[in-house]
């Protein structure tokens, strides 16, 4: 059975930084793509960084320079480092596995100024 589970959110003020991470289970996060989505109150849940199963890497134009997708294999382990935060990245953030496709149950990362 797979299993994902965030970590690392919290609050932080304006231009600060966290970590989220995203424990798998039941997969190998090496062989898979993977997503960090938010979703901020009273908007739709929005893409916020994909990596692909061959480590290739995009970002949503608003977390672009700022926040940073990664893996480690040895953890089986999704990061998402997220730098230079604003009042605007607060949201609910959920780690995804695209194929079969799994959520988790989410991490509330709240930016004040």
């Known amino acids: 059975q797979v299993q994902l589970v965030e970590s690392g959110g919290g609050l932080v003020q304006s231009g600060g930084s966290l970590r989220l991470s995203c424990a798998a289970s039941?997969?190998?996060?090496?062989?898979?793509?993977m997503d960090w989505y938010r979703q901020a109150p009273g908007k739709e849940r929005e893409l916020v960084a994909r990596i692909s199963r061959t480590g290739v890497i995009n970002y949503a134009d608003s977390v672009k320079g700022r926040f940073t997708i990664s893996k480690d294999n040895a953890k089986n382990t999704v990061y998402l480092q997220m730098n230079s935060l604003k009042p605007e990245d607060t949201a609910i953030y959920y780690c995804?596995?695209?194929?079969?496709?799994?959520w988790g149950q989410g991490t509330q990362v709240t930016v004040f100024s």
């Open positions: 995804h596995l695209l194929f079969p496709e799994y």
């Open positions: 039941g997969i190998i996060v090496s062989s898979r793509g």
